[in-house]
């Protein structure tokens, strides 16, 4: 709770600082699948609210995000899944007209109802590469938890996942489908889904 108070801190002085911010709150639909110890504990709709705001200097674009997110369906036959959570993140990329080499770091965390292992807190690393062409966009990298704490002793070690986005910006809207993949030793999530965001 106090690195998410810290981060809104943030995010509110870059909104009122001089320079130039650029803000997209955007909407997430799709679907999460869980695997833990390699068998799949289900698969489930989730929606999601976040917000980016950006900013651009001569040649760095830094980015802070802000998501929630929850289950759509009822998870009463699978409590393994996890039942809501959230994102903070920072990330830094140059900036170049088509291809934008990006690195970022998200604290995550979310609830599940079974178990002793009920939450998992972690920070995530990202690293990759954005392309532009014309109305087109698209996203590609690699993902590796570098830290995670559980409520149960059964801290795990990070792997490396994947994450991928593909879509178009008309004019403020843009439109895209993604997919991440998180990795640790025991367990892994799989985000898919249509994202839709409105840039001011």
């Known amino acids: 709770m106090k690195t998410t108070f810290k981060i809104l801190v943030v995010i509110l002085a870059i909104m009122t600082s001089n320079v130039y911010a650029e803000v997209k709150p ?5 679907g999460m699948e869980l695997v833990e110890h390699n068998i799949s504990e289900g698969h489930k709709a989730y929606t999601a609210l976040g917000i980016d705001i950006s900013q651009k200097w001569d040649k760095v674009i830094m980015k802070y995000t802000l998501e929630g997110w ?3 369906e009822a998870v ?12 903070v993140s920072a990330e ?5 007209d088509k291809i934008q080499p990006f690195v970022s770091l ?3 965390s979310w609830d599940r109802d079974v178990g002793s292992f009920t939450t ?8 990759g590469v954005d392309g532009k ?6 996203r590609v990298g690699g993902t590796y938890p570098i830290w995670n704490e559980t409520n149960s002793s059964d801290n795990m070690s990070g792997k490396l996942g994947f994450v991928c986005e593909l879509g178009f910006k008309w004019k403020k809207v843009s439109v895209g ?8 030793t025991d367990l892994e999530t799989n985000f898919s889904g249509v994202k839709i965001g409105y840039t001011f």
């Open 26 to 30: 955007y909407t997430k639909v799709g």
């Open 70 to 72: 929850s289950m759509i």
């Open 76 to 87: 009463d036959d699978d409590p393994e899944m996890p039942q809501a959570g959230f994102k």
């Open 92 to 96: 830094v990329k140059t900036k170049r």
């Open 106 to 108: 998200d604290y995550n």
């Open 120 to 127: 998992l807190h972690y920070l995530n690393s990202k690293f």
């Open 133 to 138: 062409w014309n109305i087109l966009y698209t």
């Open 177 to 184: 489908y993604i997919y991440e993949r998180t990795s640790f």
